[in-house]
């Protein structure tokens, strides 16, 4: 007689592997529309919302509806609205530009620790799986949401350089492409983990520190490149809100239109480059 198979119990905590995500890109930036989207489904992932895109696009809606309609309704002029419009709909995203970065400042302050963690859980003899669960538990959000992730796929029978291998695009940090490196390796090889991990959490440590340096040393150069991309805008706010005809002045003539585009042209390009730059330098 064969016996009876048990049923099989729910398992909530591991709902959240398989299941779809939504987003609007393929991330194969086969052109420029896919390039946007797959830029917006990085911002959210890496902003550790939950939200659905498609959420955040309808608030921007909301937003630029709403502020877009204030301004036609107090200047009624159709081109200041229109900035409105541009304005709300921007609003939301850098929120969320700003979400994502404070949450890479504070998981960047967690990584040394937690490599610390990680090293005393091996020199206890541990293997590397049962060494990530454990840290996992022990590290608070939002460095510990990520691990614990980790941890449910090794669990699932994942195997560690597969479940390691999306954790810096999740967080938008490439340090933690060292931590994947140095596990796989040390799986594949051998060796001894605890003092590689020792070592790269005094490696860490000596970045975070030359970064601070470096954003400190800069400080006045960020702030005078962001004053350079901020300062016409306002200027040509002031003047539009003041005047709603100005911009129609301006542009009713042909000199006025071509120097009117050669700024916009030229403001988009010089905010493309400060921006970068400043990403570049604090690239972490």
Same mark, same amino acid.
């Not at 909301?62 to 009624?76: K, N, Y």
């Not at 963690?117 to 949401?145: C, I, Q």
């Not at 594949?188 to 983990?193: F, K, N």
């Not at 004053?227 to 042909?254: H, K, T, W």
């Given at each position: ?136 538990? !022990?590290?608070?959000?939002? &460095?510990?949401?990520?691990? /614990?992730? *980790?941890?449910? =796929? @090794?669990?699932?029978?994942?195997? $560690? #350089? ?29 060796? !001894?983990?605890?003092?590689? &991990?020792?070592?790269?959490? /005094?490696? *860490?440590?000596? =970045? @975070?520190?030359?970064?601070?340096? $470096? #954003? ?34 301006? &542009? ?9 585009? @050669? ?22």
């Amino acid at each position: 007689m064969l016996a009876s198979v048990p049923p099989l119990k729910s398992r909530p905590e591991f709902s959240g592997i398989l299941k779809n995500q939504d987003q609007f890109g393929t991330g194969r930036d086969r052109d420029t529309s896919d390039r946007i989207n797959s830029w917006f489904d990085t911002l959210m992932l890496q902003a550790g919302l939950d939200t659905p895109p498609a959420t955040i696009l309808l608030g921007c809606i909301v937003a630029a509806v709403t502020v877009g309609g204030i301004v036609f309704v107090v200047q009624e002029n159709f081109l200041t609205a229109a900035f409105g419009l541009f304005a709300g709909f921007l609003a939301p995203i850098l929120a969320l530009m700003g979400a994502r970065a404070r949450r890479q400042n504070k998981i960047m302050s967690q990584i040394p620790a937690m490599l610390e963690e990680l090293a005393r859980a091996a020199k206890t003899g541990r293997s590397v799986e049962h060494s990530v669960a454990m840290v996992a538990e !022990d590290t608070p959000a939002p &460095l510990g949401d990520e691990l /614990r992730l *980790v941890s449910r =796929r @090794l669990q699932m029978g994942i195997p $560690l #350089r597969d479940a390691l291998v999306d954790l810096p695009s999740r967080t938008g940090l490439m340090t933690l492409n060292l931590l994947n490196t140095t596990l796989a390796v040390q799986q594949q090889t051998g060796g !001894d983990l605890v003092t590689v &991990l020792n070592r790269l959490s /005094r490696t *860490v440590r000596d =970045r @975070l520190l030359f970064l601070g340096r $470096l #954003r400190a040393a800069t400080a006045a150069s960020r702030a005078t490149a962001v004053l350079m991309i901020v300062l016409p805008l306002a200027v040509l706010a002031f003047f539009v809100f003041r005047d709603p005809n100005y911009m129609n002045q301006l &542009l009713g003539s042909e000199w006025g239109r071509t120097v009117t585009i @050669l700024g916009v042209v030229l403001e988009i390009i010089g905010s493309i480059w400060v921006l970068r730059i400043l990403k570049d330098s604090q690239q972490t």
